[in-house]
């Protein structure tokens, strides 16, 4: 009878959550237009939160490179901006939007990598009509305080950089808050099951056609694993995997969570716009390390865990979240 409740409490707010959480719009914006710290080449270095880029140039974003002195360079870039994040954006959603950017780019905030649209060389895929819009997870930002955003660009001909668009910090709906977050890299592979060999790493949420699996279609999976602490082992939690397109298998510690849509693609029933939540059978979850597995089939066009929040957030708190959800009314 409780799992029959769990469902139907998780059916209530897909009903939701669906309509909610897809819009692109924002309660409040805090432009990042301006001058930006610029250095030709390519250095992982170049990510971190501390590292000195007091000597590099500005340059004007958004705008071509070759608008800005780098008329005829192709390849390797980077941009940072330093920004303080308004303490009154700290109970939302936060995306930062970055225009249309010729041809690849990987965004890193705080040092922690957000996003990725195209493929870098050897395997080079070009984005340059893409819109960038990344999700930055609610446990690394500094509110009130200094941020930094890096983004490493790879053009190969032609305009380069973030040429274009809006570029702003948004601050969406109400955010939830996860117990355990799982927003980051991710191992990946695609078939049926994991494997050991032939393993990728991707960041969740984000479509597989930017991060190096251009036009693919059919099987994937998703592993990671995580610390639990013991106080919430005997908790009854809810798993959120967010959007998926588009049918999909949850495994946590090797036991069946949940799916939804036909897994084996005879059906094509749509469920792409279906945020997934799925609640945890009791004595699933452990003290300290557990693993969880996300099997994804994709029928076409783009593909993965697209969008929103992935993790672990305990019934009570996600029940109460859509509780003050539709008291506030600011569904958007």
């Not at 469902?7 to 009903?15: A, G, P, Q």
């Not at 939830?176 to 592979?189: A, E, P």
């Given at each position: 009878m409780k799992r029959i409740i769990c469902?139907?409490?998780?059916?209530?707010?897909?009903?939701?959550?669906?309509?909610?959480?897809?819009?692109?719009?924002?309660?409040?914006?805090?432009?990042?237009?301006?001058f930006w710290y610029f250095k030709i080449g390519d250095n992982p270095e170049w990510a971190a939160t501390g590292y000195d880029d007091s000597n590099w140039q500005k340059i004007f974003v958004p705008e071509k490179w070759e608008e800005e002195g780098y008329q005829g360079y192709d390849g390797y870039a980077w941009y940072r901006y330093h920004f303080d994040v308004p303490e009154d954006f700290s109970k939302r959603e936060l995306f930062i939007e970055l225009g249309y950017i010729d041809d690849v780019d990987e965004v890193f905030f705080n040092g922690i990598k957000i996003g990725q649209t195209g493929s870098f060389p050897p395997y080079y895929s070009t984005a340059y009509n893409a819109n960038r819009v990344y999700?930055?997870?609610?446990?690394?930002?500094?509110?009130?305080?200094?941020?930094?955003v890096a983004v490493r660009v790879y053009d190969s001909q032609l305009e380069g950089g973030i040429v274009r668009g809006n570029v702003v910090l948004g601050a969406a709906d109400i955010a939830?808050?996860?117990?355990?977050?799982?927003?980051?890299?991710?191992?990946?592979?695609t078939g049926h099951t994991p494997s050991k060999n032939d393993v990728e790493q991707i960041v969740v949420p984000g479509k597989w056609e930017n991060q190096g699996f251009y036009d693919y279609n059919g099987y994937a999976?998703?592993?990671?694993?995580?610390?639990?602490?013991?106080?919430?082992?005997?908790?009854?939690?809810?798993f959120l995997a967010g959007r998926i397109d588009d049918y999909d298998q949850v495994y946590i510690n090797d036991t069946f969570i949940g799916q939804t849509g036909d897994?084996?693609?005879?059906?094509?029933?749509?469920?792409?716009?279906?945020?997934?939540?799925?609640?945890?059978?009791?004595?699933?979850?452990k003290p300290g390390k557990n693993t969880v597995e996300i099997r994804v089939y994709d029928r076409g066009g783009e593909g993965g865990i697209l969008e929103g929040a992935v993790g672990l957030i305990t019934q009570d708190r996600f029940i109460e979240f859509w509780r003050e959800k539709r008291r506030s009314n600011k569904y958007y």
């Open positions: 469902k139907v409490i998780v059916l209530l707010v897909l009903m939701s959550v669906t309509t909610v959480l897809q819009a692109n719009r924002y309660a409040m914006e805090k432009s990042l237009r301006g999700r930055i997870p609610g446990n690394i930002v500094k509110y009130g305080k200094n941020n930094v939830i808050n996860l117990d355990v977050n799982l927003c980051g890299t991710w191992n990946f592979n999976v998703y592993s990671t694993s995580f610390d639990l602490p013991s106080s919430m082992a005997k908790t009854r939690m809810v897994y084996s693609g005879r059906n094509n029933t749509d469920k792409h716009t279906e945020f997934r939540n799925y609640c945890v059978p009791m004595n699933v979850l």
